[in-house]
């Protein structure tokens, strides 16, 4: 029996999408679109962005492709003009390269910061400011379990940057609050995708990893993609603040 009942439904409201040319943003992206929204997304290379603007679904909706470096402030204000107004954000894009911390440099440590807390604080401010993000919108932080676990050797600066993230969410959500604009996280643990195959970590050790994880598996990226649609829809209307572990029990 249709009963025309959906609380996570996101027709109606528009939502960008960071990082969305690979894994666990392409995969929200194309997540948000099944569950009606207009997505804008946004990275860096074209080509990429431009196959997840393919796999989109569309009953109407009129999704748009903005290519952005978001380490760099003139792309990143550029960007920002180009937005319409969001009823929610899912700021995603990262970077993480698995290497032992001898091998490190500060030039390293840096750009590492620099994707994975400035990128998405500043854009957040840009559009909190700007007034892009309408009232009752709802942002998500894609965060990860290696800020409060050692998941991975070879992670401490990416762990730090996440959790770096995590704590500057609790604030933003609290300071954005007053105009109604939620602020969430999601802790993802080990999801399959490009991201995890990069660096010094074999395909073996990865695999021996995944059996770490109580429910005996890697998270797939639609296993975030669904956190991520629950904490954009209204069905968290009353969620601020709040870190969304999905780790497949790895931090119990
Ligand atoms: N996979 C995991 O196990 C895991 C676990 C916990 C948390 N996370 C987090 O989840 C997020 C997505 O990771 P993923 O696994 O989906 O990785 P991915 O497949 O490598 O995707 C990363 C995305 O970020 C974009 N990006 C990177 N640098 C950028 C920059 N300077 N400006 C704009 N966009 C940039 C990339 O696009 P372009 O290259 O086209 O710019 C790509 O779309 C990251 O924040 C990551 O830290 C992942």
Redesign the pocket.
């Known amino acids: 029996m249709e009963t025309g009942y959906n609380p996570f439904s996101l027709e109606g409201k528009t939502v960008l999408v960071?990082?969305?040319?690979?894994?666990?943003?392409?995969e929200i992206a194309i997540a948000c679109s099944r569950m009606g929204a207009t997505v804008v997304v946004?990275?860096?290379?074209e080509e990429?962005?431009q196959a997840t603007l393919d796999s989109l679904e569309s009953s109407g909706q009129e999704h748009r492709l903005l290519v952005?470096?978001?380490?760099s402030s003139d792309e990143m204000t550029a960007l920002v003009a180009s937005l319409p107004s969001l009823d929610g954000a899912v700021l995603?894009?990262?970077?993480?390269t698995t290497l032992p911390l001898q091998f490190g440099s500060r030039d390293k440590f840096d750009e590492m910061f620099d994707?994975?807390f400035f990128?998405p604080v500043e854009l957040l401010r840009m559009m909190y400011k700007k007034k892009i993000l309408q009232k009752g919108a709802s942002v998500v932080l894609?965060?990860?379990?290696?800020g409060t676990h050692s998941f991975m050797p070879g992670n401490g600066v990416?762990g730090a940057s996440?959790a770096a993230l995590n704590s500057f969410m609790k604030y933003a959500a609290r300071e954005f609050a007053s105009r109604r604009v939620r602020v969430n996280s999601i802790?993802?643990?080990?999801?399959?995708?490009?991201?995890?195959h990069r660096g010094t970590i074999t395909e073996e050790q990865l695999a021996e990893d995944a059996k770490r994880y109580p429910l005996g598996r890697?998270?797939q990226?639609e296993d975030i993609a669904n956190g991520a649609i629950y904490l954009l829809s209204d069905a968290s209307s009353w969620l601020t603040g709040h870190d969304l572990v999905i780790d497949g029990g790895f931090s119990i």
Do not use: Q
């Open positions: 960071t990082g969305a040319s690979s894994g666990i943003g392409r946004t990275a860096r290379n990429r962005l952005a470096d978001l380490t995603s894009a990262g970077n993480s994707v994975n990128a894609m965060a990860s379990i290696g990416y996440k802790c993802p643990g080990m999801v399959d995708t490009p991201l995890i890697y998270g990226p």
